[in-house]
């Protein structure tokens, strides 16, 4: 039974999906358009730019989502452990969130990864701290879908491997690692959500590899989360993030309703 669900789900309705995206939703690609970040982007699932923007900014933008956070309880997505404080919508909050999430040259990259046309649907700020047993920002290991996934990860703090770095296992974005993936570990090809003892386990095994993003504040993580990802546990001290979630443009409503609290005005 598990060889069909492989069969229909990573080839029959991805091959589909990309179709009706292609009809739909096409975007040409500029083959010479940041030719070295798209490279990397189909290797390894990810690249990095420094001091994307300065210090300076990074603490203006951190001390406006403290404040936020502190002024609008109401208006948080918190995590059980009480260790992930989330915004959805921060563009609302502070202009040079807005400008972040409105960038032109964020969005270009992915859809000239994609063939795409993308939209961004809304940037999330997020604090992570230390509090027992926290699974760290995102709750633990996890891919985003399936199918396509993009995001632009902006560090707001010096982020080190105790306070929360972002972690990737490159390439497993890769359809024929997952269907070895699934049938090794005897699991449903569309599960996305796994265990630290399984994920561990094979990057001791070398059957995965693992990437720590550990950088100065001001560090842009471009990243494919159809990927294996998370936000490594934190261990001490706390960690600042914005982050745009891109989807197809066809597909912006349909992704809105996942997201809860998601502010669609400015409130302070």
């Known amino acids: 039974m598990k060889i069909f669900k492989i069969i229909y789900y990573l080839f029959i309705k991805y091959y589909l999906y990309v179709l009706r995206q292609k009809i739909l939703n096409f975007k040409k690609i500029d083959k010479k358009k940041n030719t070295r970040i798209i490279k990397n982007l189909n290797k390894h699932g ?8 300065n210090h300076k900014n990074c603490e203006l933008i951190k001390k ?33 969130i807005k400008k972040y999430s409105y960038s032109n040259f964020l969005k270009s990259i992915g859809e000239n990864y994609s063939g795409n046309r993308l939209v961004n649907l809304m940037t999330m700020a997020n604090m992570t701290k ?23 990860i902006l560090y707001l703090s010096d982020v080190n491997l105790s306070n929360g770095p972002f972690e990737i ?18 699991i449903n090809p569309i599960e996305t959500r796994f265990s630290n ?4 386990k094979k990057i001791k095994n070398k059957k995965f590899k693992l990437k720590t993003l550990i950088g100065r504040k ?24 914005i982050t745009n979630y891109y989807y197809p443009k066809n597909l912006k409503k349909k992704y809105e309703t996942q997201f809860p609290k998601l502010l669609k005005k400015k409130i302070i």
């Open 218 to 241: 001001g560090t842009l993580i471009l990243v494919d989360t159809s990927c294996i990802h998370r936000g490594r546990p934190v261990k001490s001290g706390i960690r600042y993030a």
């Open 197 to 200: 003892y399984l994920i561990q």
């Open 64 to 96: 406006k989502i403290k404040k936020y956070i502190n002024n609008n309880p109401k208006n948080i997505i918190i995590d059980k452990h009480k260790s992930d404080f989330r915004i959805h919508g921060a563009e609302f909050i502070y202009s040079k």
């Open 130 to 152: 230390f509090t027992d047993g926290n699974k760290g920002s995102g709750s633990g290991w996890h891919r985003d879908g399936l199918n396509f996934q993009f995001k632009s």
């Open 46 to 53: 990810y690249y990095i730019i420094e001091n994307y923007i």
């Open 169 to 186: 296992i490159e390439n497993s974005k890769d359809r024929r690692e997952i269907i070895k993936f699934s049938i090794d570990n005897n």
